[in-house]
């Protein structure tokens, strides 16, 4: 490949990837009975339903329970503890047996000795007054015990030469802004390629802001203390800004090329094609036709995954508020507005789903264009101007804006009273429709991640937005209280999961015992 025919910040992303050693060692690893793995499979399944989050973080949430159930709450001895949260991950399957050097386990354990350090510190300092702080803390615990289990040095190679490059084309003409910009597009670039959370990005941020803590087997000070509280607060005066929304739209809706061209080098290995240019566009324009295709198979599990998660919290306040409701209030219980409440958001999460265009031509070419300038020097990148920030409020927006809000309202409340909905039940419709206006809304966003343009809404489509919108709005709000708040997975977390484990490892330990008393009698 010739350093003169493509670009130099991709010169450098192959150079860094050429020099990711990929271990392999001959260490004994890790085995585990698994006596009891389907127990603990199907549990974890169930778990997962009842949580709506992207399913690569289903994995770093399993590791935030474990070391939330065995440290952070009961302050146990943490000695031995990586191999206990290596061995979960295999009954849970999120881990293959015999996969994991031995050696990791004691890596592990200096992570959560650092970390368990640092949250004593943290909650005996006076400046630790808040739980997001503390939920934080534990969040990092888990993403760095899952990065170190999980190699990700070749995504994150790749991630810092997406950032590089919407770093030169995000420009600002004000230099107060420059850093939030910066800050902006990390986050930005992570959301949109990896689909992370913020708790994921911090991590990440935090890390490479104070890089000699990671490096320590355990330390903790006031003064990290109040480092750390400083840099997270920064990170929410970024988030707050107009700077952030802003930087999110623009690389979220130019993200595309970028996912193209990890597939072409991550996952198909196609290095050898970069020196011949018109093998290379082809090949990836191949790719990008192809992922057209299979970005449908990836909408309809989402779609899946929101129903089967909406239809189980749906059935348990069916059974904690709606049946007792008509029952001991009414006197009877009425079917009608319970079939609708079941019927109703699963159609009209389809009916979201089926206004999602489908790429043309046009958006291909495009798409190929762009590919075509981030790979090699002859063409020039895409610039966007961060600009006009600070705009005057336009009263009359608001105006409608509320109005919009009010009318939709309304409007589903005389519906509700026409169909004979009691208090609770329109209630439990009103969070149910929200909830499923937000997560269609998130469903068709993710779905268009290969669109550059997109079309001119239809008569139908702009008053299907004008009145769901209010919706979305109030579906993203619960979403982010409900998170925090979730009492199905607080049940299943401390009144099923605790017991249940405990019973299973002392079923486990005792089955071992009984196996082991048996091979003694053929010594004897």
């Not at 009891?36 to 778990?47: D, T």
């Not at 084309?169 to 107060?176: H, K, N, R, Y």
């Not at 079941?342 to 009916?351: E, I, N, Q």
């Not at 009691?422 to 993710?446: A, D, H, K, P, W």
Request: charged share 25%.
């Amino acid at each position: 490949m010739s350093d003169d025919l493509t670009s130099p910040l991709f010169n450098e992303f192959i150079s860094n990837l050429g020099k990711v050693k990929h271990a392999v060692t001959e260490d004994e690893k890790v085995h585990v009975n698994e006596l009891a793995g389907n127990v603990y499979f199907i549990y974890e399944k169930m778990r997962n339903a009842v949580e709506y989050r992207e399913q690569h973080l289903f994995r770093r949430n399993a590791i935030e329970r474990l070391i939330n159930r065995t440290v952070f709450i009961n302050d146990n001895d943490l000695k031995g503890l990586g191999g206990s949260i290596v061995k979960e991950l295999i009954k849970t399957r999120y881990l293959e047996n015999n996969s994991l050097p031995i050696s990791t386990l004691n890596k592990i354990d200096k992570i959560l000795a650092r970390y368990h350090s640092f949250f004593i510190e943290f909650k005996s300092s006076n400046l630790a007054n808040s739980k997001t702080h503390l939920h934080n803390i534990l969040m990092m615990a888990a993403c760095e015990i899952e990065t170190t289990i999980w190699s990700y040095d070749e995504e994150q190679i790749y991630l810092d030469f997406v950032y590089n490059n919407f770093c030169l084309s995000i420009e600002t003409d004000l230099e107060e802004e420059k850093s939030f910009v910066a800050i902006a597009t990390y986050y930005a670039v992570h959301r949109s390629l990896w689909k992370s959370d913020k708790y994921t990005i911090n991590y990440y941020l935090f890390r490479s802001s104070l890089t000699n803590w990671f490096k320590s087997d355990n330390y903790s000070s006031k003064e990290l203390v109040i480092s750390y509280m400083s840099f997270m607060d920064y990170l929410e005066e970024v988030s707050a800004s107009p700077v952030f929304s802003r930087v999110n739209k623009i690389v979220r809706k130019n993200i595309a090329p970028y996912r193209i061209i990890r597939i072409a080098l991550l996952e198909r290995k196609l290095y050898d094609e970069v020196s011949d240019k018109k093998v290379l566009l082809d090949r990836i324009n191949s790719i990008l036709i192809n992922e057209y295709n299979t970005i449908k198979e990836r909408t309809n599990r989402k779609i899946i995954q929101a129903i089967i998660y909406i239809f189980l919290t749906k059935i348990l306040l069916a059974i904690i508020l709606e049946f007792p409701y008509d029952y001991f209030v009414n006197g009877s219980i009425n079917y009608l507005p319970l079939i609708i409440n079941l019927v109703f958001p699963p159609a009209y999460m389809f009916l979201l789903v089926s206004f999602i265009p489908t790429p043309d031509k046009s958006n291909t070419n495009e798409v190929d264009k762009r590919i075509e300038g981030i790979i090699y020097n002859n063409s020039n990148p895409t610039k966007f101007k961060v600009s006009g920030l600070k705009s005057k409020t336009n009263i009359g927006l608001i105006i409608l804006y509320i109005f919009t809000f009010i009318l939709s309202f309304l409007l589903a409340i005389y519906l509700l009273y026409v169909l004979n909905f009691n208090i609770v039940s329109g209630l439990i419709f009103f969070i149910y429709f929200s909830t499923v206006s937000y997560f269609g809304y998130r469903i068709s966003q993710g779905a268009k991640e290969f669109i550059l343009f997109e079309k001119k809404k239809t008569i139908r489509e702009a008053l299907l937005d004008f009145f769901t919108f209010p919706f979305i709005k109030v579906g993203r709000w619960l979403g982010d209280k409900y998170a925090n708040l979730n009492i199905f997975a607080f049940i299943l977390d401390y009144m099923i999961e605790m017991p249940l484990k405990t019973i299973l490892i002392v079923f486990e330990e005792w089955s071992s015992m009984i196996n082991k008393e048996k091979e003694d009698l053929l010594d004897r």
